[in-house]
């Protein structure tokens, strides 16, 4: 395991920084709090490529490659993937990818994946656009689109929920003391939501249809 690790360290270390200028927007926001609806509304209106942390990690491990079946192993032992393994996979899908605007969705987790994507990529988010929503109403949403699901019952829920407050706040505090952080009241209907998104975007990039 450790080797490849690494070697994502070393590969990180040697080749430095992403090779092209990009615009990148972390999205973050508790389970249920809406994001994935919302980032597929701005990528259609404002076209960004959506990467998905949890997507590239799922896809790393159906490939079968090496480095696939370590992360798989790490996640079926209950250990966390390091964060140079999950930057790895982002920054490639970066440089692979055509488009010079990205949203990275649901990452970073903590403090610690959030030193280490800006010392890995030398990319800073051009701002964090926060889903700020109440426990009782992630609770509510998950309970009920989670119908017949394992994960269902409110103890599951809570428990993510506690995990995401500790290890993602930090992660608001430092970019809010730098002003990047864009919070919006997820809690309202999903299209008042997108009303709010879209006038972050149009005055935080200056953006003209």
Do not use: W
Not at 5 to 26: L, M, P, Q
């Amino acid at each position: 395991m450790g080797t490849v690790v690494d070697a994502a360290n070393k590969e990180a270390n040697g080749r430095a920084s992403i090779n092209k200028k990009v615009t990148v927007v972390f999205v973050l926001g508790g389970p249920g709090s809406g994001k994935g609806t919302q980032c597929a509304n701005i990528v259609e209106h404002f076209g960004y490529t959506h990467l998905s942390a949890g997507d590239l990690l799922r896809a790393e491990i159906k490939s079968g490659s090496e480095n696939g079946t370590m992360i798989q192993n790490m996640i079926k032992e209950g250990k966390i993937v390091p964060s140079e393994v999950t930057i790895k996979l982002l920054k490639r899908a970066i440089e692979e990818n055509g488009n010079d605007k990205f949203l990275i969705d649901g990452f970073p987790r903590n403090e610690e994946n959030r030193a280490a994507f800006e010392s890995v990529t030398g990319v800073q988010p051009e701002f964090v656009l926060f889903f700020d929503c109440s426990e009782e109403e992630m609770e509510k949403r998950l309970l009920g689109r989670n119908q017949g699901r394992e994960d269902d019952n409110i103890e599951t829920i809570r428990k993510r929920f506690k995990v995401y407050l500790e290890s993602s706040l930090p992660v608001i505090e430092y970019y809010s003391a730098k002003g990047k952080v864009k919070k919006i009241d997820a809690t309202r209907p999903v299209g008042e939501v997108f009303e709010a998104v879209k006038a972050i975007f149009m005055t935080a990039l200056d953006f003209f249809p």
